[in-house]
């Protein structure tokens, strides 16, 4: 069975229930692109913190497409600027690790039944669904930084079987269902 959720967007769960069928006061916004089914579970919603993440991505591809084109620019024109030809892989590799960071890390994840839904930061992602037997080990990161006490970042690492590198969860995300993500398996 489907029903169709209501949301208010910017507005965090209100713990208006797990299935999302009660409405707080004021939610009358009808999301007919987003079916959630009656056992649906969210565990995490971070949209936030992952349009940073896609920001930034976009950034430093941009950045090393400039960084490539002054390089080749340089090159054609018989005069090859040192600087360019440095920059112009060091851009590409930066820009290639925020894609890897980008496709693992975490904006939506979802338990229905056994499965569980992912939904990553790349561009033109596609949701993952995961069967619970290969959730693998989740290690809980405090993020604090020693030449910064304020500053603290936590996230959590997912590794599921099957994938070289674990998926990130933030912690600083609108909904995170800690103690459900611990107990998965």
């Known amino acids: 069975m489907v029903v169709a959720r209501y949301f208010k967007p910017g507005m965090p769960n209100t713990g208006a229930g797990e299935t999302g069928l009660a409405l707080a006061p004021g939610e009358r916004r009808w999301n007919a692109c987003s079916p959630m089914s009656v056992s649906e579970t969210v565990l995490v919603a971070n949209t936030r913190q992952a349009g940073k993440t896609r920001m930034l991505t976009v950034s430093f591809g941009a950045l090393a497409v400039a ?18 030809c440095i920059l112009a892989p060091l851009g590409l590799a930066v820009a290639w690790g925020m894609g890897l960071y980008s496709r693992r890390y975490v904006v939506s994840m979802r338990m229905t039944g056994d499965v569980i839904v992912l939904r990553t930061a790349a561009f033109g992602a596609r949701d993952l669904s995961i069967p619970l ?32 590198v674990p998926f990130l969860i933030d912690m600083q995300a609108e909904r995170v269902d800690l103690q459900r993500i611990q107990r998965l398996r």
Do not use: K, N, Q
């Not at 693998?136 to 997912?158: I, V």
């Open 133 to 164: 037997e290969r959730i693998g080990r989740r290690t809980f990161h405090e993020g604090r930084y020693p030449d910064s006490p304020s500053m603290r970042a936590p996230w959590l690492t997912l590794h599921i079987d099957g994938f070289r």
């Open 67 to 84: 960084a490539c084109t002054w390089a080749v620019s340089g090159a054609l024109a018989g005069a090859a600027d040192p600087t360019a």
